[in-house]
């Protein structure tokens, strides 16, 4: 029997160089709370990894579809997922959460033809909470090159889920996470950069110490986060801060009790 609440993350890639060559992949994070199978972020291969994931995870299972921003690395399969949640587009179900530039502009990422195919599309509002089934999302602004792009805080009954996606650092930012139970962040980079619109992992270190969840995840990793082994890397933050930290790796499912959510599962076998 699946856990009662989970994240599970099918893909952990995290820079250009790092898609481009798979050498993590770069699917997105599927997620259940309160019996709602949410995704997020479907870069590239994420129906692949989906389907191929141990017990296979299946988009008609799924209500809603979340996208923090458009990059390529975020967004390549939404369309596929759309047509997949709506049975090949032959019936009509489940959300999409998309911001506005996802939808309108020049460049849109989600096709107009797959569209017709959900019950709903709602662009992100910082104004509101967004409901779907037993969880409640709060959009929170990030600062990402000239993509709109947010932050999401996921409120349901195993607790509050914080997914710190892309975006440059902002010490501001961690009032807006204040008490997460799992706080996920996306650590591109190992080292502070001047002029990145990614998150290094002194500055994880920050918003992780500021929001002080039951448990951190790092997760979407560049190169010098790889080359410095994520795992040594998360194990060492997690010591200083006197706070659990892990790296995420491709397929690792972390379930509510681990953030102190919900009962544990009985465990199998
Ligand atoms: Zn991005």
Not at 90 to 103: K, S, T
Not at 117 to 127: K, M, P, S, V, Y
């Amino acid at each position: 029997m699946p856990p009662m609440g989970y994240v599970k993350f099918l893909g952990t890639a995290g820079a250009r160089f790092v898609v481009a060559r798979q050498l993590r992949y770069s699917a997105g994070t599927w997620i259940e709370l309160g019996g709602t199978e949410l995704l997020l972020d479907p870069g590239p291969g994420t129906l692949l990894r989906a389907r191929k994931s141990r017990p296979p995870l299946d988009p008609l299972k799924l209500q809603a579809i979340l996208l923090s921003h458009k990059h390529l690395d975020h967004s390549t399969d939404v369309n596929v997922m759309v047509e997949a949640m709506a049975d090949g587009g032959y019936r009509r179900r489940g959300a999409l959460f998309a911001p506005a530039d996802a939808l309108e502009g020049d460049d849109p990422v989600v096709l107009r033809y797959v569209r017709p195919f959900l019950e709903r599309i709602e662009t992100w509002d910082c104004g509101r909470e967004h409901a779907v089934g037993a969880v409640q999302i709060r959009p929170v602004p990030h600062g990402h090159g000239a993509v709109e792009t947010y932050g999401l805080v996921l409120a349901s009954p195993e607790g509050r889920v914080g997914f710190v996606t892309d975006g440059r650092f902002d010490p501001q930012r961690a009032a807006d996470y204040a008490g997460c139970d799992l706080l996920v962040l996306n650590v591109v980079l190992k080292d502070w950069k001047p002029d990145v619109d990614h998150l290094s992992l002194p500055q994880a270190g920050e918003l992780i110490a500021a929001v002080r969840p039951r448990l951190a995840v790092l997760t979407h990793f560049g190169t010098t986060m790889l080359r410095g082994n994520p795992r040594v890397l998360a194990a060492g933050l997690g010591e200083r801060l006197g706070i659990p930290v892990l790296a995420a790796d491709d397929g690792m499912t972390v379930d509510a009790s681990r953030w102190g959510g919900g009962v544990a599962p009985p465990t199998e076998g």
